[in-house]
């Protein structure tokens, strides 16, 4: 298994969805551009989607994230003020531009949801298919595995960096304790030196600083905008509401003095009143299709921004842009050991495999940058991760809405309170470690019912009544 960097783990994208979205988005950017490069003649493309894929693609956006991926716009750059231009003119004009190409596909008839049928590698499959004068010249079956990670079939998956020597090589949560002790780094340290086989320092850092720049803008974005959101459930937007009852007699003109204005008066109710409006903020814009960090997924964007503008704002610490470094660079390694121990996506895990990891990934690194040691580092992340074990993803009509909002408000608090228990507790007598809560976790998963994995066929979205009409 090669080395998982922090960047995979935390990517910029677009909403709503990681494994319905953002992975169909990747697949499909990633197929055509093989395509294209092969050099096989096509005037038509066609595309099969698959159980979970399926079931939930429409409420996910897959449809446009497909689109999207077909013209080759890269979702860490595109314009997402221009995406429904895009998709209307796509779907009006029954074609794909792709420079000076012209290719025919039909939204309405050329994405066909195959809800009855599950490929055998992952719940999340995709079929494209390239057409010549309707004769097929191209077939490739793609799999979004959650997290906005992919993987075609008959390849390995792609993200995995192979033949690397890394400085301190921590196969699981139990090294990297021992390591970082022997070596008496911490653990942001040990995670720096090993990215640093991929890229210098500087770099390393810019990018960190980027996806923050990213987190706060997004929190900005869901904090300022009043509404309902997109999809027929007339879900209210609430953090815009709650942002001005808190902040009702302060002025500011951009996202910095806003967090500054945040800054004054820290009581207990106002601060996590304060942590819940960002992480609902946060998963606002992305249920809108606009730009998060997914952290590890798309659902889940909320939670680890939230925490970190608790770090930042709440905390009584001075942060600098290192500190924040620090904090996503813990983030990123406590999360990798999901995503290679159990899962990270909802369609294969439930909800405990988005909010749960993504939970156990802040609270471990509040507990870095609030000077904990490793092994309390590694508490946090299990007592976070632990009271999620068994959460299911049952999201109302298909959409990253109900209940998946309000879960990373939760899912925050829950960061912080393990957070804080680990700074005042004692590793030595924990009786549950991380590597058992990741073991439970993948066998929770695998036999927890499908219906409360991200199908809407159980759970809240069966018993919540909506009518939502077709897209």
Not at 400 to 422: D, F, H, L, W, Y
């Amino acid at each position: 298994m090669g080395y998982l960097s922090v960047f995979d783990m935390l990517k910029i994208g677009i909403g709503p969805s990681s494994s319905h979205t953002f992975g169909p988005w990747t697949a499909a950017r990633k197929w055509i551009n093989e395509l294209v490069l092969s050099t096989t003649p096509f005037n038509e493309i066609k595309v099969e989607l698959y159980g979970s894929l399926a079931l939930t693609g429409k409420g996910h956006c897959t449809d446009k994230a497909i689109l999207f991926g077909l013209m080759s716009l890269d979702p860490e750059e595109v314009d997402e003020n221009l995406l429904d231009f895009y998709f209307d003119s796509a779907r009006e004009n029954k074609m794909i531009v792709l420079g000076p190409v012209r290719i025919k596909f039909d939204l309405n008839s050329d994405i066909k949801f195959l809800k009855n049928t599950v490929l055998p590698y992952h719940s999340n499959g995709m079929k494209f298919k390239a057409y010549l004068n309707e004769a097929l010249v191209s077939e490739d079956i793609f799999y979004s595995i959650g997290g906005g990670f992919i993987v075609k079939e008959g390849e390995a998956e792609s993200t995995l960096t192979e033949n690397k020597t890394l400085p301190y090589p921590c196969p699981n949560p139990k090294d990297l304790v021992t390591t970082a002790l022997k070596h008496g780094l911490s653990i942001s340290e040990l995670v720096l030196e090993n990215e640093k086989i991929l890229r210098p320092e500087v770099e390393i850092k810019a990018r960190l600083i980027k996806l923050w720049s990213v987190m706060k803008n997004a929190a900005y974005a869901g904090c300022h905008q009043d509404g309902v959101l997109p999809g027929g459930l007339e879900v209210k937007r609430r953090a815009a509401a709650l942002n001005k009852q808190l902040l009702r007699v302060h002025d500011y003109n951009n996202a910095d003095e806003w967090m500054e204005a945040m800054k004054v008066g820290r009581d207990f109710k106002k601060v996590i009143t304060r942590i819940s409006c960002l992480a609902l903020a946060i998963n606002e814009v992305n249920a809108s299709m606009g730009r998060i960090v997914t952290a590890p997924t798309n659902g889940s964007a909320g939670v680890i921004p939230a925490v970190l503008f608790y770090y930042i704002c709440f905390s009584g610490q001075q942060v600098k842009d290192d500190d924040i470094c620090r904090f996503l660079l813990t983030a990123g390694e406590i999360g990798k050991y999901f995503k290679l121990g159990a899962t990270i996506s909802a369609a294969a895990g439930g909800c405990q495999a988005e909010i749960g990891v993504s939970s156990s990934m802040a609270a471990a690194a509040l507990t870095e940058c609030l000077g904990g040691a490793p092994a309390q580092v590694l508490m946090a992340a299990e007592i976070a991760a632990e009271h999620h074990l068994g959460l299911t993803c049952d999201p109302v009509g298909g959409l990253v809405q109900i209940p998946c909002i309000e879960r990373n408000s939760m899912g925050a608090i829950k960061a912080i309170t393990a957070s804080m228990m680990s700074l005042a507790g004692n590793p030595d007598y924990a009786k549950v470690s991380l590597e058992n809560v990741i073991s439970t976790m993948k066998q929770t998963a695998e036999n927890m019912s499908e219906k409360f994995k991200e199908t809407s066929l159980g759970g809240l979205a069966v018993n919540v009544s909506v009518n939502i009409p077709e897209c």
